[in-house]
C-alpha cells in the first residue's frame, strides 16, 4: 500500500538553529498539505499545495517558515530559526485532488526545540 | 469555512457502541463530512465520509440528518483499539473554490476500558 513518507521521524535542535522536513507523497497526488500539530491539540494547517503552486499558506509564519515543492512532488518545509514554541509534530498529506477524496498523512515528523 | 463542535472527551466500555456527534451550523451546500481517527504519535487515518443521510462502511456508520447542520460518527461494538481522537471535518466540494482547505477541530478523545 502506498504511504506518505516523510522524514526525520523526530529532530531535536536548539533555538535559532535552522530545521528542515521532507515529504514525499503519494505517487500521482496532486495536493500537498502541511499541518502543524502541538500536543493536546488538533493538526493546524500551515500549507497547502497543488502541484508545485501554492494554494494556501495563510496560516503559515512566514518570518521563519518556508515551504516549496520544486517539482510538484516532494516537498519541504524548513524553520529558520527555529523557537520553543516550534516544538511540535509536522504532518504531510496528500490526495488525489484538491477538493476530494481522502487524506492520506505521513507519520509524521516531532520537533523538539531546546 | 464551517466550523465544528464535538464534545472533548468520551468513555466507553468494550463492547459497546460509540456514537460520537458533531455540530456544523454552518455547513455550506457543497461541503462533505469527514471523519478522522488519530492514534498518539501517528497521523490521521480516514475513516469515513458522507454527504446527507447515511453512509456505512467496514468501520463505520455515518448519520447526516436533512438539515446537515450535525452529524454522527457510530463505531459498533468498540475495542481497547479503538481508543483514540476522532476528528469531524466539514469541508471540499465547493466548485468554486477549488482550494480544498481543510480544517481540523479539537477533536474528541474516545477512551474504551476493558
Known amino acids: 500500500e502506498a504511504e506518505v513518507a516523510q522524514s526525520p521521524r523526530y529532530k531535536i535542535t536548539e533555538k535559532s538553529q535552522a530545521v528542515a522536513f521532507w515529504c514525499d507523497p503519494i505517487s500521482g497526488h496532486a495536493t500537498l498539505y502541511w499541518y502543524r500539530q502541538i500536543l493536546g491539540q488538533g493538526p493546524e494547517l500551515l500549507v497547502q499545495f497543488q502541484d508545485e503552486s501554492v494554494v494556501d499558506d495563510s496560516q503559515l509564519p512566514k518570518d521563519r517558515f518556508s515551504a516549496e515543492r520544486l517539482k510538484g512532488v516532494d516537498s519541504t518545509l524548513k524553520i529558520q530559526p527555529a523557537e520553543l514554541g516550534d516544538s511540535a509534530m509536522y504532518l504531510c498529506?496528500?490526495?488525489?485532488?484538491?477538493?476530494?477524496?481522502?487524506?492520506?498523512f505521513g507519520e509524521g515528523s516531532r520537533l523538539t526545540v531546546l | 469555512l464551517a466550523k465544528t463542535t464535538q464534545p472533548i472527551s468520551m468513555d466507553s466500555y468494550e463492547g459497546q457502541e460509540v456514537n460520537i456527534t458533531c455540530s456544523h451550523n454552518?455547513?455550506?451546500?457543497?461541503?462533505?463530512i469527514t471523519w478522522y481517527q488519530q492514534f498518539p504519535s501517528q497521523g490521521p487515518r480516514f475513516i469515513i465520509q458522507g454527504y446527507k443521510t447515511k453512509v456505512t462502511n467496514e468501520v463505520a456508520s455515518l448519520f447526516i440528518p436533512a438539515d446537515r447542520k450535525s452529524s454522527t460518527l457510530s463505531l459498533p461494538r468498540v475495542s481497547l483499539s479503538d481508543t483514540a481522537v476522532y476528528y469531524c471535518?466539514?469541508?471540499?466540494?465547493?466548485?468554486?473554490?477549488?482550494?480544498?482547505?481543510?480544517?481540523f477541530g479539537q477533536g474528541t478523545t474516545l477512551q474504551v476500558k476493558p
Open positions: 471535518l466539514v469541508g471540499d466540494g465547493t466548485p468554486s473554490s477549488n482550494t480544498g482547505k481543510l480544517i
Open positions: 454552518n455547513i455550506a451546500t457543497n461541503d462533505y
Open positions: 498529506a496528500s490526495r488525489r485532488m484538491a477538493n476530494t477524496g481522502e487524506l492520506f
